[in-house]
């Protein structure tokens, strides 16, 4: 069965200080897609990334970078930089192919407050 | 463009009470999908409808159902409101079914249940 692990429940850093989310995934397809999540406090997910299985090339976006690795099965999110405006529950989710689940499913989140 | 709505914003039930929570997806979005996110935890999948029809369902019980109509705007109903249905319920709607659509999330209805 298909589960996305979060063991990080919060983090909490000073403005400016890098940090890495974690994010170990299960399951037994082999075409599936990862995505990464941000729920500010007023509650809308936003759409971070997407990737798919056959793709292990990591990917940079400003201050944000993606580490995908097969091997393993983890999709670490990094955040150079950090800013205030970081402070959010990110999340990690999971959907795949070859058994047509086109669900989501969710990783428990992790809280990240970036102080100032 | 406007982005996924939900409505209504809030809401407050009282156990064994239904409850219907509406959905407009992105124009030109096909597939509405229904999740529930109980505090501290991930969102967790109820439905997925395409085209007005079911194409997905959640590990949730019966009194869950929901609706998709001619416009693509979706509905979910609970009935005999339990304590434990307090949640948010996001409504995300994509292009349609392929696995790698992108799905755009709403703001969520954020049910209590007293």
């Known amino acids: 069965a298909q589960k996305v692990t979060q063991a990080q429940t919060e983090i909490s850093v000073v403005e400016k200080e890098d940090v890495t989310l974690d994010c170990v995934y299960e399951?037994?397809?082999?075409?599936?897609?990862l995505f990464w999540y941000k729920q500010p406090p007023s509650g809308e997910l936003v759409f971070l990334i997407r990737r798919n299985s056959f793709d292990e090339q990591n990917e940079i976006s400003g201050r944000y970078s993606w580490n995908f690795q097969k091997s393993t099965s983890s999709f670490n999110f990094t955040i150079t930089a950090s800013q205030v405006v970081d402070s959010a529950v990110y999340f990690c989710a999971l959907s795949e192919a070859d058994t047509g689940r086109r669900a989501l499913t969710f990783g428990s989140g992790t809280r990240l407050q970036v102080q100032p | 463009d406007a982005g996924v709505t939900q409505s209504p914003t809030h809401l407050i039930k009282t156990r064994g009470q239904h409850v219907t929570l509406r959905c407009s997806p992105i124009?030109?979005?096909?597939?509405v999908s229904w999740y529930q996110q109980v505090l501290g935890q991930g969102p967790q999948f109820i439905f997925q409808y395409y085209e007005k029809e079911e194409r997905g369902r959640g590990n949730f019980p019966d009194r869950f159902s929901a609706r998709q109509f001619p416009n693509y705007s979706s509905e979910l109903n609970v009935n005999a409101l339990l304590l434990g249905d307090s949640a948010l319920y996001l409504c995300?709607?994509?292009?349609?079914?392929?696995?790698?659509?992108?799905?755009?999330f709403g703001p969520g209805t954020r049910l209590t249940v007293l």
């Open positions: 124009s030109g979005h096909k597939s």
């Open positions: 399951t037994r397809d082999t075409t599936y897609y």
């Open positions: 995300a709607s994509s292009r349609g079914l392929a696995t790698h659509n992108e799905q755009f």
